[in-house]
């Protein structure tokens, strides 16, 4: 079977294509990047790749003319964008999908939505609404699955929870505590989608899926910390301002403000479903909730986590091109280049420690000033350290870790290139690899800013003497060695 699929580096996207390309299915992903698609060894060579952005209805015909496709996901979505644009972007983005499903003689569209019975929604569930209201127009068999949230390592109501459990003994937080949803394991979502391909019973329907559990968020939570063993106290209260609980729930979260935000006006929203017919089409057996908290963590351990919300979402690079920071700039920019002579017979494992750098690994030298640093860059709307990494060993181009994006993760050439998302005034890179040639073996470590203003300039002075201290010793500590640095400029 032909299969589009949109959003292919989202979380549900990279979760999806190897359930299709081991079926046997023929896949061509969309993606808005091509250098930030990176899907699971041995999955790259086996589909076709287009780089196409939604957004621009008018090179749809260029680049989907004379193409045919038996069925297409539509998996598009952003938390990211503010309220007065998220309509928006999701009407011009639905809108080009249908064009392009109509150039291509699609004979199903499947979309993944969320659940949305009540009259009064937050904007991101109106959202999602519209954009299903335009697949009703467009008179192509669709199936349209709305789920509550999605239970998966990875995902971005995972990750809120875990932060919340783990980290807060007591929490208090609003009386959206108390608002019932219905949770659904990621492996239940990924067979909806899969078994529903050209299944006509399927087609012009829009199902409701959820697991077996209806709770609400603090039976969420307290379920979550019970499963890993933590006693916590919650209490949910009024609270007059909104923002003020987005504010807290970002500060206690790996989520930027604006997904937080997004979050919170929707968790006023019950996200119960209203039937259950779908189980009757696609019979499968649903996991509890708890059963889905146990899976995803055996993932984790296994360091098996396939997708990440935060490496799929839009971030401070949100409408940039990425590819125009992959090349670090010489000309107005401040460097901090280090040295040092390696063995060659310790490449490997050299390698092996910047490609391994940050979440749980730490920065290798003095992590306290790095969590203060990230904490300061949460206080001020900045995505600070939350984040951690996908994976402990193993990273890839366009993944976070910590406050960076992973432009360029060169396993092969040992380089590393990262990007940082943190509020700065300029921008930043941090650059790791090792040079090799006939007599020597050298690691290079180099830290470059190119400041905005003179509140850049003064910024770079700033921080000199933590970067002489920082850089000086990490890089002593990815190459194993107490000797002094090489070299430096």
Known sequence: MRILLTGANGYIGMRLLPVLVEAGHEVTCVVRDRNRFQPAAGILNKVK???FDFLQPENAVQNFN??????????????????????????RSAGCFVLVAVL????????????SNEKKLSQHLLSRKVVKYVFLRSEIPYTIFEAGIIVGSGSVSFE????LSEKLPIIIGPLWLNTLCQPIAIRNVISYLEKCLLNEATFFKTFEIGGPDVLTYKQMLLGFAAERGYKRYIFALPVPFPGLAAYLLYLSTSANLTITRQLVSSMKNEVVCKNNDIQQIIPIPLIPYREAIQMAFERIKQNMVVSSWMNAASSSLSHLEVNQFVEVPEYGCYKDRKFMMIDKANIEEIAGRFF??????GWYYADYLWKIRGILDRLIGGVGLQRGRRS???????EVIDFWRVLLA?????????FSEMKLPGDAWLEFSIVQSEHHCILKQTAT?????????????LMLPFHYFIFRNMLKRIAGTNNTVLFKE
Request: charged share 25%; no cysteine.
């Open 160 to 163: 809120m929870i875990r932060d």
């Open 356 to 361: 391994g750098i940050g979440g749980n690994n």
């Open 392 to 398: 402990e060993i193993d990273i890839e181009s366009g």
């Open 104 to 115: 291509t003689q699609v004979k199903q569209i499947i979309y993944l939505s969320g659940i």
């Open 449 to 461: 800013f190119r400041p905005k203003g003179i509140l850049g300039r003064n910024y770079w002075y």
């Open 410 to 418: 060169d396993h092969k050439n040992h380089r590393l290139l990262l």
């Open 49 to 51: 790749v287009i780089e």
């Open 66 to 91: 004379k193409k045919q496709f038996d069925v297409a996901y539509y998996l598009i979505h952003s938390l990211d964008d503010t309220a007065t644009t998220l309509k928006e972007y999701e009407l």
